[in-house]
């Protein structure tokens, strides 16, 4: 099974703070996705990156910016955290892109902006 | 945007029952369905996929899909207290197969 790690598990940021989460995944995976959860709205897509050094736009990308330094990591960035990013916030990979990848989640981290 | 729309929102079942759970997408293009399983502080886990008409079974878990009406249930027999979980339907098209657009979820209760 796919190993994807996240760091933190848990933050609290002020308002207007830059937050970074981060994922690590050991499985060669190309594919790197980042959802986040809110009650009431399931997981959105935020940024995904197919290939390291590139990262594409996904749902609700507006607010947060990604990195891919390398295969193994893909970074979520918050340069101006808001109260509207309290979320929990989930790293994904796939070994593809293609229809018949299943997608491996990450434990989560837990972000709360005061 | 495509939609996944999930009902009910919440099912309560007795342990040893049949839990049945629903899944529609408004997306024409949509071909391809998921279910993942979330416990409750964890991480989505998938359980079961579906790409062609009809019926696939697992152990106690048997998914449909009507790809006309682009409905898809998912039905758990001998429902166990371990299956008490929110559960998470997804789709995605077949030139982004990369993209899953999830539904809001259904909460299942299995009562012992």
């Known amino acids: 099974e796919a190993a994807v790690t996240q760091s933190p598990r848990s933050k609290v940021a002020v308002t207007g703070g830059k937050v970074t989460l981060s994922c690590h995944q050991t499985?060669?995976?190309?594919?790197m996705y980042w959802y986040r959860q809110d009650t009431g709205h399931g997981l959105r897509l935020i940024h995904y990156?197919?290939?390291?050094?590139?990262?594409e736009k996904g749902d609700i990308p507006d607010g947060y910016k990604a990195s891919r330094p390398s295969q193994e990591n893909f970074s979520l960035i918050l340069e101006l955290a808001s109260l509207s990013q309290t979320a929990v916030y989930f790293c994904?990979?796939?070994?593809?892109?293609?229809?018949?990848?299943?997608?491996?989640f990450g434990p989560g981290t837990r972000l709360t902006v005061l | 945007q495509q939609k996944v729309q999930q009902s009910p929102e919440s099912l309560i079942v007795p342990e040893g029952g049949m839990a049945s759970l629903n899944c529609t997408s408004s997306?024409?293009?949509?071909?391809y369905f998921w279910w993942y399983r979330q416990h409750s502080g964890k991480s989505p886990k998938m359980l079961m996929?579906?790409?062609?008409?009809g019926e696939k079974e697992e152990g106690r878990f048997t998914v449909h899909l009507n790809k006309a009406s682009l409905h898809t249930s998912l039905h758990i027999r001998d429902s166990q207290p371990s299956d008490s979980a929110l559960y998470l339907c997804?789709?995605?098209?077949?030139?982004?197969?990369?993209?899953?657009?999830f539904g809001t979820g259904t909460s299942l209760l299995v009562d012992p």
């Open positions: 994904a990979s796939s070994v593809t892109g293609d229809n018949y990848a299943e997608q491996f």
């Open positions: 499985n060669n995976h190309d594919y």
């Open positions: 990156s197919y290939v390291a050094d590139s990262t």
């Open positions: 997306d024409r293009n949509v071909d």
């Open positions: 996929s579906i790409f062609s008409n």
């Open positions: 997804a789709a995605s098209t077949s030139n982004m197969g990369y993209k899953l657009t």
